[in-house]
C-alpha cells in the first residue's frame, strides 16, 4: 500500500512537471500570438476600396520572397490565377455587407496591381497606391497578396502532402500613404500529433484534411475579424 501510494506520489510529480513544461512550451516557442497588427488610429477611415487579391511573381526555383512594404519573408510558391479569383471573392462577401467597405472589380485594377509588384521602390508602391485610393475618393485602401497556394494531395482524412497557404493584407491610408494595420497568414496543416497547439486551425477546418481553398477561407476570415474589431 506504502508502495503504491509512493508510485502514485511519484506520477503525479511527473504528470505536474510536463504540464509545466507543456504551459512554458506554449507560452514561448510553440504560442503563436494574432497575426494582426495595427498601427494607427482607424477611426476617420470612412471609405476603404478593397482590391482583388494580387499574386506574387515567382521566378523559376525561387523558393522566398520579401514583401517590398514592410519587409517580410515567406516561403513562396506559383499561385494560380483562379486561387487569387476565388479568394478575393471570400474576401469580398466577408465585406459585403460593412458599409465602409466597396470592392474594386478587377477590370479597374488592369496595370495597376503589376505596376505595384513591378517596382523595387516602396515609396513608389505607396504612391501608387495613393493615387489608386483618391481615384476612388476612398480614405483607406486594403491590398493584398498570396505569395503561396500549395493543393493538398490527397483525401479529406488522408494526404500525402498537405494545402499550405501564405498572404498578406494592408490596409493603407490614402492621405499619407501609411499602413495602419496588416495582417500576415502563413499556414500548412499539420497532424495534430505534431503539434497540438494547432488544434485551432483543425477545428475550423472541420477536423479533416483542406484544400488549399479552404485554408485561404479560413485565413481570410481571421484577417476580417482582426480587422473589423479595430474599428
Do not use: H
Amino acid at each position: 500500500m506504502v508502495k503504491m501510494f509512493y508510485n502514485m506520489r511519484i506520477l503525479t510529480i511527473i504528470l505536474i512537471t510536463m504540464v509545466g513544461i507543456l504551459n512554458f512550451t506554449a507560452c514561448s516557442s510553440l504560442y503563436s500570438p494574432t497575426k494582426g497588427v495595427s498601427y494607427g488610429d482607424l477611426s476617420d477611415i470612412r471609405k476603404i476600396a478593397v482590391l482583388p487579391l494580387d499574386r506574387a511573381r515567382i521566378k523559376p526555383g525561387q523558393d522566398k520572397a520579401t514583401c517590398a512594404l514592410v519587409d517580410t519573408v515567406y516561403d513562396v510558391s506559383e499561385v494560380p490565377k483562379e486561387a487569387s479569383l476565388a479568394l478575393s471573392d471570400v474576401l469580398w462577401g466577408l465585406l459585403k455587407n460593412k458599409a465602409r467597405f466597396f470592392p474594386v472589380p478587377e477590370g479597374q485594377c488592369i496595370g495597376f496591381l503589376n505596376a505595384i509588384i513591378e517596382s523595387d521602390v516602396k515609396a513608389s508602391q505607396i504612391r501608387l497606391i495613393q493615387a489608386f485610393g483618391k481615384e476612388l475618393g476612398a480614405d483607406a485602401v486594403l491590398y493584398g497578396i498570396i505569395y503561396r497556394y500549395r493543393e493538398r494531395q490527397g483525401k479529406d482524412y488522408s494526404v500525402e502532402r498537405p494545402a499550405s497557404v501564405a498572404f498578406a493584407l494592408y490596409l493603407i491610408r490614402v492621405r499619407d500613404g501609411k499602413v495602419l494595420w496588416q495582417y500576415n497568414f502563413d499556414e500548412t496543416q499539420r497532424p495534430l500529433t505534431s503539434n497540438l497547439f494547432k488544434f485551432k486551425l483543425f477545428k475550423e477546418a472541420g477536423m479533416k484534411w483542406v484544400t488549399a481553398r479552404k485554408l485561404g477561407e479560413i485565413g481570410l476570415k481571421r484577417a476580417v475579424d482582426d480587422l473589423l474589431k479595430r474599428f
